[in-house]
């Protein structure tokens, strides 16, 4: 009995330290990604907001990949339509629902040697228009993220496209049907807004 306690205290510790672990480096990403933001400057990035961190959000995927998928012109905010495929198709279970998720490859960026293995994760959830962006939010990959046909996919590390912080500039892609979820992502950022 003794050795058994000693056991689960120990697994216990482990999954503290674990999850300490987990949170001190997602904040260190937002606080990165704050600092570095391409658009938000100044005393503006106080107003960038953000769900709290919830390793429930970091799921497990099982990715098909579809290398004969043909390319497509992506629907935006604006007049620009960039060329993508699918490069695969993740499904993974979150908050007891099973999900699929296309992931797509831009092919002018493939073109460019920093931005080759770049993939790209847009999705709507029920909280677009209400809490988050009405548009959608993105989640970057690359490749060599998908290994044995299994992706981590971390939705705290879901963020805004440009057009979330002004308008009328920006061709920002939109998610394509496949991409709506009919759940809620209480994870990654949120709407951004002045007035909070």
Same mark, same amino acid.
């Given at each position: ?22 949170q001190d480096s ?5 606080d990165n990604y ?8 100044g005393d503006d ?32 905010? =604006? ?16 908050? =007891? ?100």
């Open positions: 009995m003794k050795t058994i306690l000693t056991v689960l205290c120990f697994l216990l510790s482990f999954a503290a330290i674990s999850q300490k672990s987990y997602l904040k260190k990403y937002l704050v600092k570095e933001h391409g658009v938000v400057k990035k106080k107003h960038l907001n953000f769900y709290p961190i919830s390793q429930q959000y970091k799921v497990t995927a099982k990715v098909e990949l579809t290398p004969n998928s043909t390319w497509f012109k992506m629907e935006t905010s =604006g007049i620009l339509k960039p060329l993508y495929r699918v490069f695969g198709v993740a499904t993974f279970s979150i908050n =007891g629902n099973e999900v699929k998720l296309n992931i797509y490859q831009n092919k002018h960026l493939m073109e460019k040697p920093e931005y080759a293995d770049h993939l790209f994760i847009p999705f709507t959830d029920v909280t677009s228009g209400v809490t988050t962006y009405e548009g959608g939010r993105y989640i970057d990959i690359i490749i060599q993220d998908i290994k044995n046909n299994t992706l981590n996919i971390d939705f705290n590390k879901a963020y805004n496209p440009y057009c979330a912080y002004v308008s009328g500039i920006y061709s920002c892609p939109i998610p394509p049907k496949e991409n709506r979820l009919t759940i809620s992502i209480e994870a990654g950022e949120k709407n951004y807004s002045k007035s909070h």
